[in-house]
C-alpha cells in the first residue's frame, strides 16, 4: 500500500497524448486550443471612436476654432471619410473611422449643434475619445496561446481573428465500466437486494464537464464475461474508469483480470479514506490507462477528483487547479491514512470556509449532493482545528 | 440615467416563468429540477456489508465463541441468506445483504481463515462493518428539493431512485441579435474599416454555459430592416439579447425601433462604466424581455454577467450567487458612476485576492481573456484601497 503523495506522483506520471483535430468555432467552447492563435491585423484595426460626436483636428483647436461645420457623417462600416478643412468637422459614430486629417473626438453631450454647426461646450483633450489603431495589440501578438482553455471570451477573440476551424487537443475516449451482480438498470424495479446503477452514470455526467462523451457499459461479477469484455475495451478506448471489483471480495475479479490482460498494475491499494482500494494501471502495447475505483458512491467520486482530473489536465497541457480553504470545523486524523472529507464552501469576505459535511460512510450517496468538493487531510498527529488552511478539491 | 442598484432591481422584477418539460436522465446534466425527488425505498435498501470477510451474530459473540465454521458465502447481489447457527458464519462482500440473524461483519484483515474455519484475530464490536437500512435516508425523504441544479452527484440520486425522466425546468428561447455595419462574418476577410462579429458569438458560447442553445442574428443599422426582423424576433423568442445600437449616434435606432414595437422601456442608461447605454424594456403582451446591451465587447460582457445572469437564477428559481473578493491593487472612483472593473483572481491561503487585468477601454476585446470575472465598485467619495473586500461576478 502506497501513499497518496505516492499514488498522485504515479498517476501523473502515466499521461496521455490525446493528438489534435480541427472542430468549427462554433463547437470549439470549453475545449483546449492546440496552437498559438495570433492577432491577424492590428487591435484595433484603425483608429475607431468610442462616442458619438464629431471627428475634429487637433490642429483648428490650437488656432481657436470652437464652432465646426459639419461636413459629412462617419459611421461604423463606412470606409475612411477625409476631413477637408481645420474649421470643419465630420460627425461620427461609435466604431467609425476617425477620418483622415481628424485626430480627436468631441462627444454629443460636450457639444451644441445648431443649423449645421457645432460649438463645443467645453474643453477639449487632443486625441480624446479615440480607441488608435494598434493600441491594444499590434499584428503578429500572441493573443491566445497553445493550451488555452476556450471559453466565451476566447470565443470572441478566435472570431475577430477569423478563426471559423480552430486546432483544439482531442478528448481521450473513455470508457466507463461498472461491475457488480446487485446493480440493474434505472428503469427497472429493484428486488430487496438490488440497487440501481448511479455510479456510471455520474462519472459520465462528470466527464461531460470535461467535454467526454463516455461510452458506459455495465459487467456482471463472471470472470470469463469481464476478462473477455475488458479485452476488447482496452482495445477501444483511451482510458477505462472501472468502478467496483477491486476490493477483497471473492467477486473482486479486476486485479487478476487486469494482469491476464496484460495492464501492469502501476498501483494497489493507497493509504486514503474513502477510495482504499484503488487499483491503477496501463497496458503498455496499447497505451490504454486504466483508473479501477472501489464501488462505493463516495469513493468512487472522490477518486475520479483526486486522481483523474490531475491526470487529464496534465495529459490535455493545461494548469491543475490548486485550492485551498480554511476548515470550518475540527476534523480527526485517521493515521495511516490521508482522509478526503466531504465539505460545503461558503465565501464570507473573500474567504473560503469549508465545513464538513455529515456523512454516512462512503456509501452514502445522498452526502455527495450537500457538498461542493473534498479537502484533503493528510496524516499527522494532531486532529485538525477550525481555522486551519487546507486543500480543496471542487467536484 | 438611474443607478446601478435600481437598475439591478428593476431587472430582477421583470422574471419570467419558462414552464417545466421531462428530459430522459442522460440529458438533464446542468438543467435546474422542477419537481421534488423523493427516496422511493430506504437507503441503504438493506442491511449492507461493507467489507469483505464474515457475518456473524453477536450472541455468538457474547457466548464466547472466536472461531465460527463457514456455512455458506453471500455476495453482492443475492437474495438475502439466514445464519443458522451462532457458531456459525457467512463470508459476505461488500454490497451484500447482511444474512437473517446475523449482525456484525468482520473484515478478512482481521482473521485467520482455515479448514473452513474463520477465527478472529482481534477484538469485534457488535453491528461493525454494517451499513444499516435506512441509516442515511428513509423512504419518502425529500432527497434533491425542486430548483436543485443538477450535477453529477444528483445524477446518481436520480439514477438510485429509477428517475428515467426528470422534470425540469424550461430553459427560455433566446435570440441573440448584433447590429452595426462595420460587421462582417467570421468567415469573411475584412476591409479596413470592417471587423469580423464577436460579441453574439461570445454570448451564444456563454449561454451554452446555461444549457441554452441561442439562435444568433446579425442586423444591419437601418431602420426599416431592424423593425422588420425584431418584429418577428419579439414574437418568436423569450429573451432577446442585443448588443449594439442604443448609444446616441444617427444610426442607433434601437430605442426608436422598440418603442414601435411596443416594448416598454423599464430603463434606458445606468450611471455605470462600461455600459452605461444599457436599455432594458418588456413587450407586455408578448412578455418577451429585452436586454440591449452597448456593443463594445466588455460592455456587452460586463453587463451580460452583471444583469442577464442574474435575471436568468432568479427566472428559474435558483440562487443569485453573491462572492466577495479582496482587492489587490488600488482603483480609483469615477463619480458619480458604478464601475465594473475586470480582475484575474487567485486563490491564496483560502482568500480570494482579486488583481486588477489592464485593459485599454471598453473596446478591448483582448482584456477579457486575462481576467475571470468583474468586481463591483460602488460610487463614493474616496478610492479603494489594496485589501478592501468588494463583490465580484465570475465570468
Redesign the interface.
Known amino acids: 500500500m502506497i501513499n497518496y503523495d505516492e499514488a498522485y506522483a504515479n498517476v501523473l506520471s502515466h499521461t496521455l497524448d490525446f493528438d489534435q483535430e480541427s472542430v468549427s ?2 463547437h470549439c ?1 470549453g475545449r483546449i486550443l492546440a496552437e498559438d492563435v495570433l492577432a491577424d ?1 492590428d ?4 483608429d ?1 471612436a ?1 462616442k ?1 460626436g464629431i471627428a475634429i483636428s487637433s490642429k483648428g483647436l490650437e488656432k481657436g476654432v470652437r464652432t465646426f461645420k459639419i461636413e459629412g ?1 462617419a ?6 471619410h477625409t476631413l477637408h478643412e481645420l474649421h470643419n468637422c465630420i ?1 461620427i ?5 476617425v477620418p483622415k486629417n481628424a485626430d480627436t473626438v468631441v ?3 460636450h457639444l451644441n449643434i445648431k443649423d449645421g454647426m457645432a460649438t463645443l461646450l467645453q474643453d477639449v483633450k487632443k486625441a480624446q475619445d479615440i ?1 488608435f489603431k494598434g ?3 499590434v499584428l503578429g501578438t500572441v ?2 496561446p497553445k493550451n ?1 482553455i476556450i ?7 478566435l ?6 476551424e480552430v486546432r483544439v487537443k482531442k478528448t481521450p475516449k473513455v470508457c466507463v465500466v461498472s461491475t ?4 440493474i438498470a ?14 456510471a ?6 466527464l ?2 470535461e467535454k467526454i462523451e463516455a461510452t458506459s457499459i455495465h459487467l456482471k ?1 463472471e470472470k470469463a464475461t469481464i476478462k473477455k469484455e475488458l479485452s476488447q475495451i482496452l482495445k477501444t478506448y483511451d482510458v477505462v474508469l472501472l468502478s ?1 471489483g477491486v ?6 475479479f479486476i486485479p487478476e483480470v487486469m494482469d491476464s490482460l496484460k495492464v501492469k498494475k502501476v498501483f494497489h491499494r493507497v493509504a486514503q479514506k474513502p477510495g482504499k482500494p484503488f487499483w491503477f494501471g496501463i497496458q503498455p502495447t496499447l497505451k490504454t490507462i486504466v483508473f479501477s475505483f472501489p ?3 463516495v469513493s468512487t ?1 472522490a477518486n475520479y477528483h483526486v486522481y483523474f482530473i490531475p491526470w487529464l489536465c496534465r495529459s490535455l497541457g493545461i494548469e491543475i487547479s ?5 476548515l470550518d470545523g475540527s476534523l480527526e486524523v485517521h493515521l495511516p491514512l490521508t482522509r478526503f472529507v466531504q465539505v460545503k464552501t461558503e ?7 469549508a465545513r464538513p459535511v455529515r456523512e ?10 450537500h ?1 461542493d468538493g473534498f479537502i484533503c487531510l493528510r496524516p499527522r498527529e494532531k486532529a485538525y482545528e477550525k481555522g486551519e ?1 487546507v486543500p480543496y478539491i471542487p ?1
Chains 1, 2 share one sequence.
Open positions: 468555432l462554433g467552447n491585423r487591435f484595433p484595426p484603425f475607431r468610442t458619438d457623417v459611421s461604423a462600416g463606412m470606409p475612411q460627425e459614430m461609435t466604431g467609425a473611422v462627444m454629443y453631450e480607441h493600441s491594444d495589440v493573443l491566445l488555452t471559453g466565451p471570451a476566447e470565443i470572441g477573440i472570431a475577430s481573428v477569423g478563426k471559423s457488480g451482480n446487485e446493480l434505472v428503469s427497472e424495479t429493484p428486488l430487496p437486494h438490488q440497487i440501481r446503477r448511479s455510479n452514470l455520474s462519472l459520465c455526467a462528470a461531460q464537464k461479477d467496483g476490493s477483497k471480495g471473492k467477486f473482486d464501488g462505493n458512491p467520486f490548486r485550492e485551498e480553504v480554511v465565501n464570507k469576505k473573500g474567504v473560503l470556509w454516512n460512510g462512503s456509501g452514502d450517496l445522498t452526502s455527495l449532493v457538498s488552511v467536484t
